[in-house]
């Protein structure tokens, strides 16, 4: 059993040593263990017209499962879609799907994704003659910079299955593909842009993205756009030490129309898609300057307190009232 277990190994290793990411060609990566849960971020905002949410998943590599970021990118031609890629449980193993752009989006195994990919079918936007049109419901649009834009609420029903991120097997999504679904399979399809499939290279690159390294919880969840890393936002649950332009772009998602999710945490709330009333990166940025805050008047105390049994210094707590406010906000 310990040597079949080597040989699987070895055939998953050389077949990723020939395709660095589950290409479009028709390389199958298969796995003997379940990808980790989906974890939940927030969105960053769209970067401009044109440009079509990729939600963020687990690939596997030689040093095992690596989450790459969600992200906004262009797609190939006007019309497209894009179906996600997705793993799936068959004969023992864990196969990866890879997803492609086409006319509808197809069957992605049910995974509730968040964003608008809620497990079937895409409520993130859609083609209006030539331009996109986003559903603000459930994507993070400025629009005062975006107008082609509408509102459409989403009620999810796989709320049971929000964190899964593979279908079939146990503990696996149990969705199958609609006959509508089967049909979409029979269309068109276009593999994945160069600038996707450069932004999985680097995802793969960077050792903070593997599992291993950040237990499911990665702090670089998505980007705004392939190779912007300075607009990585972090994932619920992640440990990392802050970057500048990293925590702005975090905070610029929560206070714009923020949604949170992949993993469905958006749409658990009402069936709207949103949840941007609780993004946890939110009351972490708030936590700290309130300890800060904090702080300040207790260091103050200590010498107040020994000064206490001069009389003539008694009158000094009516000047604390004033510094007491200080900070809050």
Avoid at 41 to 52: A, H, M, N
Avoid at 235 to 240: N, Y
Avoid at 300 to 326: C, I, M, T, W, Y
């Amino acid at each position: 059993m310990k040597f079949r277990g080597l040989i699987r190994k070895f055939l998953v290793v050389a077949a990723l040593a020939l395709a660095p990411a589950a290409s479009f060609a028709g390389v199958f990566i298969s796995v003997g263990f379940a990808p980790p849960a989906l974890p939940v971020y927030v969105q960053p905002v769209c970067p401009g017209d044109g440009y079509l949410w990729n939600p963020g998943y687990w690939a596997y590599g030689p040093e095992g499962y690596y989450w790459v970021p969600g992200v906004w990118v262009q797609p190939p031609a006007v019309g497209l879609l894009w179906t996600p890629g997705y793993w799936g449980f068959s004969n023992g193993l864990y196969v990866f799907n890879a997803g492609y752009w086409g006319p509808h989006v197809g069957f992605y195994g049910g995974i509730n994704y968040g964003f608008g990919y809620t497990g079937a079918g895409f409520f993130g936007g859609r083609w209006e003659g030539g331009h996109f049109a986003y559903n603000t419901a459930v994507l993070n649009v400025n629009r005062t910079v975006i107008h082609n834009t509408y509102v459409q609420n989403v009620t999810v029903n796989n709320t049971a299955y929000s964190h899964t991120s593979f279908n079939g097997g146990s503990g696996g999504v149990p969705a199958r593909p609609t006959a509508q679904e089967a049909q979409y399979a029979h269309e068109t399809h276009v593999p994945p842009t160069a600038a996707q499939e450069s932004h999985v290279q680097a995802a793969r690159a960077n050792p903070a993205n593997f599992a291993k390294a950040n237990g499911g919880h990665p702090a670089m969840a998505a980007i705004q756009r392939p190779g912007a890393t300075n607009t990585a936002v972090a994932a619920r649950g992640a440990v990392s030490a802050p970057r500048a332009n990293g925590a702005a772009a975090n905070q610029r998602a929560n206070s714009a129309v923020g949604r949170t999710a992949g993993a469905g945490e958006a749409t658990r709330t009402g069936g709207s898609g949103q949840s941007s009333a609780r993004p946890v990166p939110q009351a972490r940025t708030e936590a700290q300057p309130q300890a800060r805050t904090e702080a300040q008047p207790r260091q103050q105390a200590a010498p107040r307190a020994q000064a206490a049994p001069k009389p003539e210094v008694r009158p000094q707590p009516k000047a604390e009232g004033h510094g007491g406010e200080h900070g809050h906000r």
